[in-house]
Every structure is written in structure tokens, then in C-alpha cells.
């Protein structure tokens, strides 16, 4: 796994390690700044995001954004083995 998808998934594991938020509003973000769709997976090759996603992150609530967090391991090791 290359070293930006390591963090990333060391970061979701961090992020989904943590009680619920307590303040509303205060689950990061998962964006890295690499901002690259992939044509197959239209995943972002930098945080495993779909547009959809992205474009909703401001307005999702904690508890969506959680579901994002959730699927985005799972989107590393599918985007691996495409390169695998």
C-alpha cells in the first residue's frame, strides 16, 4: 500500500476508534489535498471520497460523515488490489 493510502487508513482507524463526537460538527474530514477522481471507482484517489460525498460533506451531519469514514477501508483495499 503506498504511503498517502497507509495514513489515510491509519487515519480512518484513528477517526472510527473515537466515541462519537461529543460537539456536533466536529468529524474531520477525511480530504488529504489530492484531489484526483479515479476513472473506474470515481473514488478520490486522495481520501477514497466520491464527488457526491465531497460536494455533501459541509451539510452531512457527524453521524453520515461517520458512514463515509466507515466505508473508506474498505475502499483502500479494493483501490490496492487494482494495482496489485
Not at 53 to 71: H, P, T, Y
Given at each position: ?45 486522495g481520501?477514497?471520497r ?35
Amino acid at each position: 500500500m503506498n504511503i498517502r493510502w497507509k495514513k489515510l487508513a491509519d487515519r480512518a482507524a484513528q477517526v472510527l476508534a473515537e466515541p462519537q463526537p461529543l460537539a456536533p460538527h466536529s468529524m474531520p474530514s477525511p480530504c488529504v489535498s489530492v484531489c484526483v477522481m479515479h476513472p473506474q471507482t470515481a473514488w478520490c484517489e486522495g481520501c477514497m471520497r466520491t464527488l457526491q460525498e465531497i460536494g455533501d460533506w459541509s451539510r452531512m451531519n457527524d453521524a453520515a460523515k461517520r458512514q463515509v469514514w466507515l466505508q473508506i477501508p474498505g475502499r483502500l483495499l479494493q483501490r490496492q488490489a487494482m494495482v496489485s
